[in-house]
Nanobody, 120 residues
């Protein structure tokens, strides 16, 4: 079955950290670019970070270096390490995969999303 399954979301206080995981199945993972998007209530979905099959990374400039994306092809997984979390990071985070189009939000596959809430 072709799917992406996210995990690792939850509630954290400002300044805390979380690591999101996305496990892919049913695809040749190493051939796909991967990405993380997020959508806050009332807002459009936005790119957080992306990593190509060659491990070239792209980040939203607003993140100011707080997040890091990396992949483990042996585990068919991509991760998002989030540090120094702020209330503005509260959103549903989605994993996406694509042979192309990940940076434009047109990846072929999307996960179901995982909620991240940053609040004191």
């Amino acid at each position: 079955q072709v799917q992406l399954v996210e995990s690792g979301g939850g509630s954290v206080q400002p300044g805390g950290s979380l690591r999101l995981s996305c496990a892919a199945s049913g695809i040749i993972f190493s051939r796909y670019d991967m990405g993380w998007y997020r959508q806050a209530p009332g807002m459009e979905r936005e790119l957080v970070a992306a990593i190509t099959r060659g491990s070239f990374t792209t980040y939203a400039t607003s993140l100011k270096g707080r997040f890091s994306i990396f992949r483990d092809n042996a585990k068919n997984s991509v991760y998002l390490q989030m540090n120094s979390l702020e209330p503005e990071d509260t959103a549903v985070y989605y994993c996406t995969a694509g042979v192309r189009g990940v940076l434009s939000g047109r990846g072929e596959l999307w996960g179901q999303g995982t909620q991240v809430t940053v609040s004191s």
